[in-house]
Protein backbone atom coordinates (compact mmCIF):
# COMPACT_ATOMS: atom_id res chain seq x y z
CA UNK A 1 0.00 0.00 0.00
CA UNK A 2 1.38 3.37 -0.93
CA UNK A 3 -1.37 5.44 1.26
CA UNK A 4 0.89 8.82 1.58
CA UNK A 5 2.82 8.18 -1.34
CA UNK A 6 1.55 10.46 -4.74
CA UNK A 7 1.33 7.70 -7.58
CA UNK A 8 3.01 9.15 -11.01
CA UNK A 9 -0.04 8.96 -13.34
CA UNK A 10 0.98 8.71 -16.61
CA UNK A 11 -2.22 9.82 -18.51
CA UNK A 12 -3.12 12.19 -15.63
CA UNK A 13 -4.03 15.82 -17.22
CA UNK A 14 -1.98 18.67 -16.04
CA UNK A 15 -1.76 22.37 -16.60
CA UNK A 16 1.95 25.04 -17.21
CA UNK A 17 1.75 24.93 -13.24
CA UNK A 18 1.97 21.12 -12.86
CA UNK A 19 -1.09 21.48 -10.87
CA UNK A 20 -3.35 18.64 -11.93
CA UNK A 21 -6.87 19.42 -14.09
CA UNK A 22 -9.83 18.14 -14.20
CA UNK A 23 -10.43 15.47 -17.26
CA UNK A 24 -13.20 15.97 -19.26
CA UNK A 25 -15.55 13.19 -20.17
CA UNK A 26 -14.69 12.10 -23.59
CA UNK A 27 -11.39 12.08 -21.93
CA UNK A 28 -12.20 9.64 -19.09
CA UNK A 29 -13.94 7.34 -21.69
CA UNK A 30 -10.38 7.40 -23.79
CA UNK A 31 -8.55 6.38 -20.89
CA UNK A 32 -11.12 3.44 -19.89
CA UNK A 33 -10.93 1.99 -23.47
CA UNK A 34 -7.00 2.02 -23.61
CA UNK A 35 -7.13 0.19 -20.34
CA UNK A 36 -9.69 -2.57 -21.50
CA UNK A 37 -7.91 -3.32 -24.48
CA UNK A 38 -4.69 -3.08 -22.30
CA UNK A 39 -6.20 -5.59 -19.37
CA UNK A 40 -7.42 -7.67 -22.58
CA UNK A 41 -11.04 -7.10 -21.97
CA UNK A 42 -11.88 -5.71 -25.76
CA UNK A 43 -9.46 -8.48 -27.60
CA UNK A 44 -8.33 -7.79 -31.02
CA UNK A 45 -10.98 -7.89 -33.69
CA UNK A 46 -13.36 -7.45 -31.20
CA UNK A 47 -16.79 -5.31 -32.16
CA UNK A 48 -18.24 -3.10 -29.79
CA UNK A 49 -20.91 -0.06 -30.34
CA UNK A 50 -21.92 3.22 -28.88
CA UNK A 51 -24.71 1.92 -26.94
CA UNK A 52 -22.44 -0.98 -25.12
CA UNK A 53 -19.91 2.00 -24.32
CA UNK A 54 -22.66 3.98 -23.14
CA UNK A 55 -23.59 1.94 -20.58
CA UNK A 56 -19.94 0.55 -19.55
CA UNK A 57 -19.05 4.01 -18.94
CA UNK A 58 -22.09 5.55 -17.42
CA UNK A 59 -21.74 8.61 -20.07
CA UNK A 60 -23.94 10.43 -22.43
CA UNK A 61 -23.84 9.95 -25.99
CA UNK A 62 -22.03 13.00 -27.25
CA UNK A 63 -18.62 11.96 -25.02
CA UNK A 64 -18.53 8.55 -26.13
CA UNK A 65 -18.81 9.25 -29.79
CA UNK A 66 -16.35 11.75 -29.35
CA UNK A 67 -13.69 9.28 -27.32
CA UNK A 68 -14.60 6.33 -30.50
CA UNK A 69 -13.56 9.31 -33.18
CA UNK A 70 -10.33 9.84 -31.45
CA UNK A 71 -9.82 6.22 -31.13
CA UNK A 72 -9.99 6.11 -34.28
CA UNK A 73 -7.74 8.71 -35.17
CA UNK A 74 -5.52 7.07 -32.72
CA UNK A 75 -5.47 3.31 -34.93
CA UNK A 76 -6.94 1.87 -31.52
CA UNK A 77 -10.32 1.05 -33.41
CA UNK A 78 -11.99 0.82 -36.90
CA UNK A 79 -15.46 2.38 -37.48
CA UNK A 80 -17.40 -0.31 -39.67
CA UNK A 81 -20.39 1.67 -40.65
CA UNK A 82 -23.83 0.04 -39.43
CA UNK A 83 -21.61 -2.60 -37.37
CA UNK A 84 -19.90 -0.28 -34.99
CA UNK A 85 -16.09 -0.44 -33.75
CA UNK A 86 -13.67 -3.26 -34.33
CA UNK A 87 -10.48 -3.43 -31.79
CA UNK A 88 -7.44 -2.89 -34.09
CA UNK A 89 -5.22 -6.18 -34.24
CA UNK A 90 -1.39 -4.64 -33.91
CA UNK A 91 1.31 -6.14 -36.66
CA UNK A 92 4.62 -7.55 -35.89
CA UNK A 93 6.05 -5.23 -38.07
CA UNK A 94 4.13 -1.88 -36.45
CA UNK A 95 5.13 -3.64 -32.91
CA UNK A 96 9.11 -3.39 -34.05
CA UNK A 97 8.66 -0.26 -35.88
CA UNK A 98 7.11 1.63 -32.25
CA UNK A 99 9.44 0.60 -30.51
CA UNK A 100 12.62 1.20 -32.74
CA UNK A 101 10.92 4.75 -32.47
CA UNK A 102 11.03 4.67 -28.66
CA UNK A 103 14.57 4.16 -28.61
CA UNK A 104 15.06 7.03 -31.09
CA UNK A 105 13.54 9.67 -29.07
CA UNK A 106 13.70 8.66 -25.22
CA UNK A 107 17.59 7.82 -25.83
CA UNK A 108 18.34 11.28 -27.22
CA UNK A 109 15.79 12.87 -24.57
CA UNK A 110 17.97 11.01 -21.64
CA UNK A 111 21.32 12.35 -23.14
CA UNK A 112 19.79 15.95 -22.78
CA UNK A 113 18.63 15.55 -19.58
CA UNK A 114 21.37 13.63 -17.77
CA UNK A 115 23.47 16.52 -16.77
CA UNK A 116 20.99 18.75 -15.56
CA UNK A 117 18.79 16.08 -13.19
CA UNK A 118 19.02 17.39 -10.06
CA UNK A 119 18.58 15.70 -6.64
CA UNK A 120 14.43 15.85 -6.46
CA UNK A 121 14.42 14.43 -9.87
CA UNK A 122 16.21 11.20 -9.15
CA UNK A 123 14.68 10.92 -6.02
CA UNK A 124 11.28 10.26 -8.15
CA UNK A 125 12.95 8.37 -10.54
CA UNK A 126 13.89 6.00 -7.39
CA UNK A 127 10.38 6.23 -5.60
CA UNK A 128 9.17 4.95 -8.79
CA UNK A 129 11.31 2.24 -8.81
CA UNK A 130 10.51 1.30 -5.25
CA UNK A 131 7.21 1.05 -6.45
CA UNK A 132 7.76 -1.10 -9.45
CA UNK A 133 10.09 -3.49 -7.20
CA UNK A 134 7.15 -3.60 -3.70
CA UNK A 135 4.27 -4.31 -6.17
CA UNK A 136 3.25 -8.09 -4.80
CA UNK A 137 0.67 -8.27 -7.06
CA UNK A 138 2.28 -8.56 -10.34
CA UNK A 139 0.41 -8.69 -13.47
CA UNK A 140 0.85 -7.96 -16.43
CA UNK A 141 -1.22 -4.39 -16.22
CA UNK A 142 0.34 -3.31 -13.12
CA UNK A 143 3.59 -4.07 -14.34
CA UNK A 144 2.92 -1.74 -17.73
CA UNK A 145 1.32 0.57 -15.62
CA UNK A 146 5.27 1.18 -13.54
CA UNK A 147 7.20 0.44 -17.05
CA UNK A 148 4.54 3.49 -18.37
CA UNK A 149 5.51 5.88 -15.38
CA UNK A 150 8.82 5.24 -15.54
CA UNK A 151 9.55 6.15 -18.98
CA UNK A 152 7.04 8.76 -18.99
CA UNK A 153 8.48 10.12 -15.88
CA UNK A 154 11.92 10.84 -17.79
CA UNK A 155 10.22 12.13 -20.71
CA UNK A 156 8.92 14.83 -18.35
CA UNK A 157 11.55 15.77 -16.52
CA UNK A 158 13.22 16.33 -20.03
CA UNK A 159 10.86 19.60 -20.16
CA UNK A 160 10.07 19.01 -23.86
CA UNK A 161 6.63 18.79 -24.13
CA UNK A 162 6.77 18.07 -28.20
CA UNK A 163 8.87 15.32 -27.61
CA UNK A 164 6.85 14.09 -24.78
CA UNK A 165 3.51 14.09 -26.61
CA UNK A 166 4.83 11.73 -28.98
CA UNK A 167 6.26 10.06 -26.67
CA UNK A 168 2.99 9.22 -24.59
CA UNK A 169 1.48 9.05 -27.99
CA UNK A 170 3.93 5.93 -28.56
CA UNK A 171 3.32 4.06 -25.06
CA UNK A 172 -0.21 4.25 -25.78
CA UNK A 173 -0.32 2.77 -28.74
CA UNK A 174 1.96 0.35 -27.20
CA UNK A 175 -1.26 -1.03 -24.65
CA UNK A 176 -2.28 -2.69 -27.88
CA UNK A 177 0.66 -4.93 -27.55
CA UNK A 178 0.48 -5.42 -24.00
CA UNK A 179 -2.65 -7.14 -24.58
CA UNK A 180 -1.72 -9.37 -27.36
CA UNK A 181 2.07 -9.75 -26.47
CA UNK A 182 2.58 -9.22 -22.10
CA UNK A 183 -0.14 -11.26 -20.44
CA UNK A 184 1.91 -14.97 -21.80
CA UNK A 185 5.73 -13.24 -21.24
CA UNK A 186 5.35 -11.26 -18.15
CA UNK A 187 5.65 -14.70 -15.48
CA UNK A 188 8.78 -15.69 -17.57
CA UNK A 189 10.34 -12.39 -17.64
CA UNK A 190 9.33 -10.51 -14.62
CA UNK A 191 12.82 -9.84 -13.66
CA UNK A 192 14.76 -8.80 -16.44
CA UNK A 193 11.43 -6.22 -16.99
CA UNK A 194 12.59 -4.56 -14.32
CA UNK A 195 16.16 -4.89 -14.10
CA UNK A 196 17.07 -2.28 -16.62
CA UNK A 197 15.13 0.78 -14.63
CA UNK A 198 17.35 0.23 -11.10
CA UNK A 199 20.50 0.23 -13.85
CA UNK A 200 19.30 3.04 -15.51
CA UNK A 201 18.62 4.70 -12.15
CA UNK A 202 22.60 3.61 -10.83
CA UNK A 203 24.06 5.07 -14.21
CA UNK A 204 22.64 8.43 -13.51
CA UNK A 205 23.66 8.55 -9.93
CA UNK A 206 27.10 7.91 -10.73
CA UNK A 207 26.98 10.29 -13.78
CA UNK A 208 27.78 8.15 -16.56
CA UNK A 209 25.40 9.35 -18.75
CA UNK A 210 26.40 6.63 -21.61
CA UNK A 211 25.82 3.77 -19.39
CA UNK A 212 22.13 5.01 -18.39
CA UNK A 213 21.79 5.95 -22.49
CA UNK A 214 22.75 2.50 -22.83
CA UNK A 215 20.29 0.82 -19.69
CA UNK A 216 17.38 2.15 -21.38
CA UNK A 217 17.86 0.89 -25.13
CA UNK A 218 18.54 -2.18 -23.72
CA UNK A 219 15.35 -1.68 -21.52
CA UNK A 220 13.15 -1.08 -24.81
CA UNK A 221 15.20 -4.07 -27.13
CA UNK A 222 14.36 -6.16 -24.19
CA UNK A 223 10.84 -5.93 -24.93
CA UNK A 224 11.60 -6.11 -27.98
CA UNK A 225 13.65 -9.31 -27.64
CA UNK A 226 10.67 -11.22 -25.92
CA UNK A 227 8.12 -10.40 -28.45
CA UNK A 228 10.63 -11.86 -31.78
CA UNK A 229 11.23 -15.02 -29.39
CA UNK A 230 7.66 -15.44 -28.72
CA UNK A 231 6.69 -14.99 -32.54
CA UNK A 232 9.38 -17.22 -33.60
CA UNK A 233 8.55 -20.31 -31.30
CA UNK A 234 5.34 -19.29 -30.17
CA UNK A 235 2.72 -20.64 -32.90
CA UNK A 236 -0.45 -19.27 -30.68
CA UNK A 237 1.51 -16.64 -30.41
CA UNK A 238 2.30 -16.13 -34.32
CA UNK A 239 -1.04 -16.87 -34.98
CA UNK A 240 -2.78 -13.98 -33.39
CA UNK A 241 0.13 -11.43 -34.60
CA UNK A 242 0.82 -10.59 -38.28
Not at 88 to 97: A, F, M, R, W, Y
Not at 160 to 168: A, F, T
Request: aromatic share 8%; hydrophobic share 35%.
Amino acid sequence: MFTNMEIYDPWEKRGESGMKERKTLKEKVVEGIYRDVEEGFYKPNDIINEGEIIERYAMSKSPVREALIELCKDGVLKSIPRVGYQVVQISLKEILDLLEVRIDLETANLRRLAPRLTEKDMEELRQLDTITKDNDVRTVTIHWDRNTDFHLKLCQLGGNVYLCGVIETALRKSCQYVAQYFQEAWNKNAESNSFYHKAVIEALEQEDTEKAIEMLRKDILNVKQQIQENYFFNPSFRDGVR
